[in-house]
């Protein structure tokens, strides 16, 4: 698949298996050599939170006993920059239906996400409950999305195309107030979602307090990930319904062409203080 | 507060700081000896986790040069037993506005709980907004409790106390299908919630999903802490909206008697295997 952007700008390089582990005493994980491009800038001109934390679970995949990345948490430190980076895994532990392991990105020396995540082999066991539905929206074709050149440093929107039943508030110099939107979503060029990808996708969209005339930086984000995606476009909901002390959550939600709740994350997010004028 | 359940079973000892740091460079850190108690046992015999993420915080803050943990995140990897545990941390960053730190709590020289956290202060800064509310819950005097000795081997019963406008589907006998509910909760000796204890808080009623006549352990918890809370009882809300694949997740609220949401947390969570007969 090194085709498509997603996978040549995660690669991820082993430079030798490493001795280190974590305090259980569990052994394996390594150290991984990537580089980190510039094509997936967030609106702050910063190398998007999701395309590192993908970045690091594909390195994580490297040792884990188990294929399915089921949850990942991470924490963002310091800005990303286009450039090397440095990725450290680690497998904490391997238990018979659960594995979990630890990244920490450095760049320049410096930690810049540390990720934690539990990988297991998805299955379709036990019983089946949903209080909820995909987004109601009009086919794609009947959608429209806003300019990519609209993101201005936000290269990440030429990767990542998404349509909605209406061209967002904040992009027509009205927030709406309410930080809470339904969209279609997909890889550009065609690349297919998947468990890997998903990280990022779901950090991929203009911080929803847009809405609200205000921007953010991701502190901590936690991705669940609940089913291997069926092949198309992805119908995405997502929304800060707490905005307080500087501080707001972001919810967002995958469903998949057939109707399959994907993903599921929460975001812990700070809000910026306005540029100068 | 030493007279308090939570205080003394979370207490931490410091063992001497320790050199080790993050991969980062960051110093910092140390070594804890914490005892974990009978006391919180969940609905499976096991120590709680929330009481585990708990205790981790308390050992994290030693170090942490900002006093307000907002956010935690929590593997679980084995699960905890009633005695002695080694709590080791390291200060991961230290920015300007948020500290990061990781706690790895290891029993009998395996480790049990992996937890990250990020710590600020706490202000009142930027916008407002929000779109939900508290639960709509009768007086708590008008509400009834689930009697304690129904939990069975679940002693966490005996020390937080919730109320709600109707007794639960599960202890009638009869599950609703529906894991969801809202509730009063509080300390049973009168312990106040705080940042530290509400980790354990969100963790502690039973699982939702025995609305659907299974019941599960959780493999990772994620909790945001917004605001300190304000004396008295804490209205909550719970529930589980995707339960597939052997897995749920599992949201809660958390409002405090000024109306104000003080935590939110997610966790997921592994559905377990019908008990023999």
Request: proline share 8%; glycine share 12%; charged share 15%.
């Amino acid at each position: 698949m090194g085709d498509f952007a997603f996978d040549a700008d995660t690669r991820v390089v082993a430079r030798g298996a490493s001795g280190a582990s974590g305090a259980s005493g569990a052994s394996g994980g390594g150290e991984f050599a990537a580089e980190l491009t510039r094509r997936w800038d967030g609106t702050n001109g910063a190398v998007n939170g999701g395309y590192m934390l993908a970045t690091c679970l594909r390195a994580l995949a490297v040792a884990m006993p188990f294929p399915d990345p089921i949850v990942i948490s991470g924490f963002f430190l310091r800005p990303g920059t286009a450039g090397p980076a440095l990725i450290r895994t680690s497998l904490v532990r391997s238990g018979r239906t659960t594995a979990f392991g630890e990244a920490v990105l450095s760049q320049q020396g410096k930690e810049t996400v540390r990720a934690t995540a539990a990988f297991v082999k998805l299955g379709a066991c036990g019983p089946a409950f949903t209080a909820g539905a995909p987004p109601d929206l009009p086919p794609p074709a009947e959608c429209v999305g806003v300019p990519v050149g609209s993101f201005g440093v936000a290269t990440i929107a030429e990767r990542v195309e998404f349509r909605s039943a209406s061209l967002p508030g904040w992009f027509l110099g009205q927030p709406t107030g309410r930080p809470a939107s339904e969209f279609w979503m997909r890889f550009t060029d065609g690349r297919e979602a998947d468990l890997y990808s998903l990280p990022l996708l779901v950090d991929s969209t203009a911080p929803s307090v847009l809405e609200l005339g205000v921007t953010s930086t991701t502190v901590q984000l936690t991705v669940h990930l609940r089913a291997h995606p069926a092949p198309g476009w992805l119908a995405c909901r997502v929304a800060a319904r707490f905005v307080s002390g500087g501080y707001h959550e972001e919810d967002f939600e995958v469903w998949d062409s057939a109707g399959t709740l994907v993903a599921q994350s929460r975001q812990l997010a700070m809000i910026l203080p306005p540029s100068p004028a």
